[in-house]
């Protein structure tokens, strides 16, 4: 049983103390079931939801649910004029949640779409102009090849850019049509990191990948996000040309075909492992329009993408990508945080 809290007029107001005796009459009701599952991978999301239910924003301009990943919002219409400090508070948002799916938002068009995206940085856009796009900077996807590209996002989880020398820093995704089936799955890449045994840590901290060409990048596996310093991974599973082992080091050594697929298959099985467990896969819905932190969260189209429009009907998603902060850097001795 909780013990009860004390509280005393002068230290807290009515509603602070209302608020504080509602949370622990919920707490006390749920500690016989978290014992029963802490044990389980979902005891972790459970906990979360529990902590964010509990926690009050800072604003009121939209109201935040949380979800495995991130929070859903609400409360808000992006086609709408969006005063500065609301802009503010969806930037601060994304970044400490990482992937925020704004509901009820209709269709947004392609040059609305675009506005929104600047709120964080100038858009980048690299991929295939399809005819059908409202934009010259929304890269268009579908199930149907006449009306987008086919096949996005299927080589594997990926961050979109890592082939730059700064990766996107933001993806913003919006669903115009919205198919029966076809969800884009998200994993957090931090927690992948912060779960690995600790020679694994030290295997990945030692690695460097290169994107497609020996001509590209070369970017750190695991780094410091630029903003909130975590660690993060910057990876494309189909789009890695080779690996390089201690990089500008005396050691320094490029992975052959055999041993880059085999690390390939390591990385992809930290994404699959336990179930799924870190995943989360978002069922689009209309109106969904998705801001996510590019570089805190990894992602895949998942293969019911690609079924034919006659078996679950037009699938077109729209994405916007932003220009990289910078190119991605260890802003930390892994050797001294791991004892080496």
Known sequence: MLRRATLRNRDLPVASMVKVLQNL?????????????????QAFFLLRLIHMGTQESSHNFYKLTPVKLGCEVRGINLKQDVPPEVMAAIKEDVTKHRLLIFKDQGVVSGERHVEIAKWFNE??????????SPHPDVFRVSNDRSEGCTNVGRTGWHIDGSFQEAPFAYALYHMVSVPSNGPT????????????????????ERLYMISDGRSGPVHPL?????????KVLCFHLGMTDSFIWDYKTPQQRITKEEETYSLLQEIHHEFIKNNKVRQFSHQWEVGDFIISDNLSVGHEAAPETQLPRSQVGLRILHRVTTKGHCPPAKEYDYRKELGL
């Open 185 to 204: 799955v998200f994993a957090p890449l931090t927690d992948i990191i912060e779960e690995l045994p600790r020679e694994q840590r030290i295997r990945w």
């Open 25 to 41: 009459c919920v707490l006390q009701v749920l500690l016989p079931k978290l014992r029963l599952i802490t044990q389980r991978p």
């Open 123 to 132: 858009p980048e856009s690299t991929f295939y102009k399809h005819p059908r």
């Open 222 to 230: 695991i780094y410091s996000h630029p903003i909130t310093k975590r």
